[in-house]
């Protein structure tokens, strides 16, 4: 069964950091590209960050560049998004997500543009509050 179990979530402070896991199952990390996405109260789905079946490439939203970044761990099967320097408009749900074909091993989707990709398998989520 195909799970995407996201955890990780919780109150931070401003200039605070956080690092969300994704745990994947009934689906190969070294297969497939994964994202990061978040919804914050009142907006649209925004993509944040992408990384490749092989792990080397990663692309970010300009929102998250030089703050956040994505690895994974193909043992667990896991992927991570670590967080730092945390503003209040980061607060969301975050979401990690995966689309339904292959790429070349390389290849990432822009996060910008995610709606264009055909990114089908979504986890539930887990909520971030920065606040102080």
């Known amino acids: 069964q195909l799970q995407f179990v996201e955890s990780g979530g919780g109150l931070v402070q401003p200039g605070g950091s956080l690092r969300l896991s994704c745990a994947v199952s009934?689906?190969?990390?070294?297969?497939?590209?994964i994202g990061w996405f978040r919804r914050a109260p009142g907006k649209e789905r925004e993509g944040l960050s992408c990384?490749?079946?092989?792990?080397?490439?990663?692309e970010y939203a300009d929102s998250v560049k030089g703050r956040f970044t994505i690895s994974k761990d193909k043992a667990k099967n896991t992927v991570y998004l670590q967080m730092n320097s945390l503003k209040p408009e980061d607060t969301a749900v975050y979401y990690c997500?995966?689309?339904?074909?292959?790429?070349?091993?390389?290849?990432?989707?822009?996060?910008?543009?995610?709606?264009?990709?055909?990114?089908?398998?979504w986890g539930k989520g887990t909520p971030v509050t920065v606040s102080s």
């Open positions: 990384i490749s079946s092989s792990g080397g490439t990663t």
């Open positions: 997500a995966a689309p339904s074909e292959k790429y070349d091993r390389d290849y990432c989707f822009a996060p910008e543009y995610w709606y264009n990709y055909d990114i089908v398998h």
């Open positions: 009934g689906l190969t990390l070294d297969d497939y590209a």
